[in-house]
């Protein structure tokens, strides 16, 4: 049988969770089936490329605008098979930002109708697109996302009950999403004998905001954008994860490899990573934060850092498995291809 020809599509290579995760398509289990390629999509761009695939799958979050650019994906591309990775919608993301929801739905509806086949980061994020009636189950599945980092699952546990305060890292993009500020304001208001202390690692648009939120509190220090991320991690004895939504969250992920027990929000896909890995706090409420911060270090740190470690044991290559065995089941196509048409018009 010939090889698959695979094309990912992706319209923002910013630093994040959906750029980290297309490692997954360098993994052997996907590159023993397929060539795969990513190919960079203006963001503005309404026509679709003509492609060289048998397998073309989408990266961005469908809008208004993008249903022109499915529409002529699907028609300049008959022959391939197209899916959709729903990376960014969910409930929580939806609640927050969408006042008309029904228009919203049949936007989503209508973009998810365009594709063969839709893969969701996280169950909660499937229930939620099923439930609107926004995708049929049949035509849909999950896997999990893996940015198939190294060197995670070989950090040493942390060493907790020592005389030393209580190490609790947060990490990513400096955006409202991820509900840093949420941290900062539950740690400015631990008192004197709450002996921990906050390592807040990434960088992005509220670095300026969160520095000077955090300015009069020694006990919130700042590492700048991380390089090397086992180092970070190496560095905190607990991650915590506010973010106001997230569809899945790659960060409680690579934590729990790490063997740090996560503090998470309720949003999206962070509540169903827990198990007995840590904590599911609602966020939004400053006093149920700060409790969960003062009951951590009587809490079973060190099971929570092994079940963790366990629950994520070879994960990144399960996930890169179940992508292999949804390529499989697309047939290629014809051995003759026609060479590979990038369009860049941009709408007028």
Request: hydrophobic content about 45%; some cysteine.
């Amino acid at each position: 049988m010939s090889r698959i020809k695979l094309v990912n599509l992706l319209d923002d290579f910013t630093l994040g969770g959906v750029t980290k995760g297309l490692a997954i398509f360098d993994s052997a289990p996907v590159r023993e089936i397929a060539d795969c390629e990513t190919l960079p999509i203006n963001s503005e761009a309404m026509i679709a490329p003509a492609l060289d695939a048998d397998i073309i799958i989408t990266h961005f979050p469908p809008n208004w605008m993008r249903l022109v650019f499915l529409g002529l994906l699907r028609a300049r591309n008959p022959k391939a098979t197209l899916i959709h990775v729903e990376h960014s919608y969910s409930g929580d993301w939806e609640d927050q930002h969408v006042p008309h929801r029904a228009r919203f739905r049949l936007m989503m509806k209508w973009a998810l109708s365009m594709v063969d086949h839709v893969v969701c980061v996280s169950n909660r994020q499937a229930h939620w697109l099923m439930e609107g009636d926004m995708v049929e189950p049949h035509r849909l599945d999950v896997i999990y996302p893996s940015s198939q980092p190294k060197g995670l699952d070989a950090i040493p546990l942390p060493e907790f009950g020592q005389d030393r305060p209580l190490v609790v890292g947060a990490y990513g993009r400096y955006a409202p999403a991820k509900g840093f500020d949420r941290l900062i304001n539950a740690f400015k208001r631990l008192g004197a004998d709450d002996n921990l202390e906050l390592l807040l690692g990434g960088f992005g648009p509220e670095e300026e905001a969160l520095t000077a939120q955090a300015a009069d509190c020694p006990r919130i220090r700042f590492a700048g954008k991380i390089s090397d991320l086992p180092v970070y991690l190496a560095q905190c004895d607990v991650i915590a994860v506010p973010s106001r939504f997230e569809a899945y969250g790659q960060v409680a992920n690579e934590a729990r490899e790490a063997g740090r027990p996560i503090l998470v929000s309720t949003a999206g896909g962070l509540p169903e990573q827990v198990g007995s890995a840590g904590l599911v706090v609602d966020c939004a409420d400053p006093d149920a934060l700060l409790a969960a911060l003062q009951c951590l270090p009587v809490m079973p740190l060190a099971h929570m850092a092994q079940a963790g470690r366990a629950a994520t044991q070879n994960c990144g290559a399960e996930r890169a498995e179940a992508w292999a065995r949804l390529i499989r089941t697309f047939k290629p196509r014809s051995p003759e291809r026609k060479s590979l048409r990038v369009a860049t018009r941009q709408p007028a």
